[in-house]
């Protein structure tokens, strides 16, 4: 999992070679300005790096593919940084100008007539890393392009994996449409070795939206795979990791007390609640230990439906066993109370988290439809502005919390008849995508509002510490008057001579 925090020497590392790959393209006549527009960020950098380094230590000569070249930043940052790496980097090479004109690109200052790849090859030159460096020229897994059809890009993804495969890692950072992501991360999955982990740029923050989408619906198809990712309060690190391998995670408690803090103890009252004003009454029973307190605020009403409420160990089974163990908790009751973390998010998710998707699907499989009651409920709680909120949104932990209903019971009947609508498919992956996407929202204007907040405190601050000088000054005049005025009264004029009265 990528951690929260990233080892210092990473850090230091992967920024040196970062400035180094920097430098080397102002040498060439691309300033800073002109190719940091599209290439990686520092933090992203180190994660990326820090994630690459853990997973290769262990091969001589590891072969890493990249999905999308550009000029080559991050190419020649993994060249410098991970000893004895060979990157083959696949891009469409248009000229410059036509992936500025493309992207919008304000800063324009260079030899736009050069294709990426051309830069990146005197870059790495330059560098002393052009014989562990292989460009390719094409698209990875589709001919579509951020030129769009003015400009396709034939596909040589099967036959590069082919010719270079199996892969022992990859970095995609291609097309951003959710696709053309969903595309690559498929051909990418099946171009690696059985250990291989595939890295992608920009699976949250602002350019997350269509990337996660996209690796949702892989996902969905791919339970064997695990994502993890940054937390999305940390706004500027967009490195997400997708594995074969299991992804420890925190325990319950710990990742209920570090997503909702010191409001943890709310979250029982406000379920219940939800469940009250929303539904029939129900008989609950706690299949987790992490339930209990909702149960317990839920009371029990004796003869109503049975319902099972499963908050927390949903995502701690593991996917052999998840299905089984589902239709085991839905074989002697009408309803289920599901709490389930999507995947990926650092102290929130565990490693069998999966899609709300995914989750729909297997509940349809078992004849129950899946409402969206509790988190819907729970909004107008979790405002974005305000100094205290009920539940924070700054953590996807608990996110796709689902009321599951068996077909055709009266109680089925019940909630269909109270307005609500059972979640398909296309609806579960249009909502779990715009909630992930509010989080990292949310955190950007508590972020953007304690800047706001800050600046205010330093004005103030500024504002005080002038009006000290200006009471200091004035002070000091008012001391100076005084003695000014003691010595008028006390001098005497005699011709051009002056002199103080005696006191006596």
Known sequence: MLAESVDAQVTIDATRALNRVLEAFSALGYPQ???????????DAADLIAGLRKDLKEIESPRILEVGTFVGTSALVMLLTIPNAV????????????????MHCAHRDADLKRTTQEVAAL?????????????????FSTDATFAGTARNATAIGEKLAQQYGPFD?????GLHFEQTVFSDARLAARSMTAQGSLYFHDVIGYWGSTVRRALSRFLEL????TLSHPPYRELYRSV????????????TDARMTHCFGTHGSRFAEYVARAMATQLPALTAESLDAFSRSTVDAMGHTLGAPSCGVLLAGIDEWGDDDASERLRDACTSRDALLLG??????????????????RRVAQLNALDFDAFDLVTSFLEPFSYALGDVCVLPRASSFLLNTVFAVRRSTALHEAVLARGHLPLDLATARALESARLQQIHDHSALRRSQGETEF????????IAQHKLVCELHASQLAHVSARLQWYLDWRIHIGRHRFLKSKT
């Open 123 to 139: 870059a790495a030159e330059h560098l002393g890393v052009r014989d562990r460096l292989h460009l390719h020229e094409g698209g």
């Open 87 to 102: 990157v083959h980097s696949v891009d469409p090479n248009f000229p410059l100008e036509v992936e500025f004109d493309a």
């Open 222 to 225: 791919n339970p064997s795979f």
């Open 169 to 173: 890692a990859a970095f995609v950072d």
């Open 33 to 43: 300005e002109v190719v940091a527009q599209w290439s990686i960020p520092a933090a």
């Open 340 to 357: 389930a973390t999507p995947p990926g998010e650092a102290h929130a998710a565990s490693a069998w988290s999966v899609p709300l998707a």
């Open 455 to 462: 600046a205010r405190g330093e004005t103030i601050r500024e």
């Open 240 to 251: 997400g990791r997708i594995s074969r391998r299991s992804v420890p995670a925190d325990t």
